[in-house]
T-cell receptor, first 112, second 117 residues
């Protein structure tokens, strides 16, 4: 079982729709959870982080965390073509807040 | 406010040569992390350093790879006797603090694309 799992996609959504990206993790001791966006050939860009159960909203982005189900998600409202990218889920492990373990990413395509 | 800086951005080495990758963290950041991204694969943690200290090198290959973060100057990831399998994008990230019970953020540099011929 992979430590952090994401559906590789591509996830295709029409412009203006809500994109829902999901991530599960295996380490119950994981403390902090991050979503990064990576355009092709570029470096990861931090979008959001969350560490408490529930929802956290920032502009068009909402991160949702359910530690009991070991599940974290990212919602993107009013999706734009510029949101087309690979979205990486990352978590920290038990006993350390330093090392990030990444999923392989979900490729999002926002169509006109 | 300059971000994380890495150089060179592209590096070509022949098999058996040495590769040196440099990373300067964001201003005010004293924690540096190195990650490797192989083609079509996810980012993999390599090493975490603070000034003059290696904190966690659990992701570093046992041979040929080393990292340092001296008191003065950038962090350096060194790969000796490179092989074709070392071809990848190497990213450096920095953060301002680490706390077990609090979130922190790692900000990534533009990466160094290493090609071994």
């Amino acid at each position: 079982q992979k430590e952090v799992e994401q559906n590789s996609g591509p996830l295709s959504v029409p412009e203006g729709a809500i994109a829902s990206l999901n991530c599960t993790y295996s380490d119950r001791g994981s403390q902090s959870f991050f979503w990064y966006r990576q355009y092709s050939g570029k470096s990861p860009e931090l979008i959001m982080f969350i560490y408490s159960n529930g929802d956290k909203e920032d502009g068009r982005f909402t991160a949702q965390l359910n530690k009991a189900s070991q599940y974290v998600s990212l919602l993107i409202r009013d999706s734009q073509p510029s949101d087309s990218a690979t979205y990486l889920c990352a978590v920290t492990g038990t006993g350390t807040a330093s090392k990030l373990t990444f999923g392989t990413g979900t490729r999002l395509q926002v169509t006109l | 406010n300059a971000g994380v800086m890495q150089n060179p951005r592209h590096l070509v080495r022949r098999r058996g040569q040495e590769a040196r990758l440099r990373c300067s963290p964001m201003k005010g950041h004293s924690h540096v992390y190195w990650y490797r991204q192989l083609p079509e694969e996810g980012l993999k943690f390599m090493v975490y350093l603070q000034k003059e200290n290696i904190i966690d090198e659990s992701g570093m290959p046992k041979e040929r790879f080393s990292a340092e973060f001296p008191k003065e100057g950038p962090s350096i990831l060194r790969i000796q006797q490179v092989v074709r399998g070392d071809s990848a994008a190497y990213f450096c990230a920095s953060s301002p603090r680490v706390a077990l019970a609090s979130p922190y953020e790692q900000y990534f540099g533009p990466g160094t694309r290493l090609t071994v011929t």
